[in-house]
């Protein structure tokens, strides 16, 4: 299982200048994704990819995996 901080990234986008209004209006992540990523979600690997390519970070800077049976 993966967790993220959906806040962090937010704040983390914001600071590089990605807000809502801007990913939005640019058609980078729709309105729902938001939405799921704010909430901790569950976000495909491909939203998490775009979310890395804004951030030029790689997943595990924002994603932790826990090792469940």
Excluded: A, F
Aim: charged share 25%; aromatic share 6%; proline share 1%.
């Amino acid at each position: 299982m993966y967790k993220y901080d959906g806040k962090e990234i937010m704040e983390k986008l914001s600071n590089r200048g990605y807000t809502t209004y801007k990913i939005r209006k640019e058609n980078i992540l729709p309105q729902g994704t938001l939405t799921k990523i704010k909430n901790g979600g569950n976000i495909t690997l491909e939203t998490l990819n775009v979310i890395c390519c804004l951030l030029k970070c790689q997943i595990s800077d924002i994603v932790t995996i826990e090792i469940t049976e």
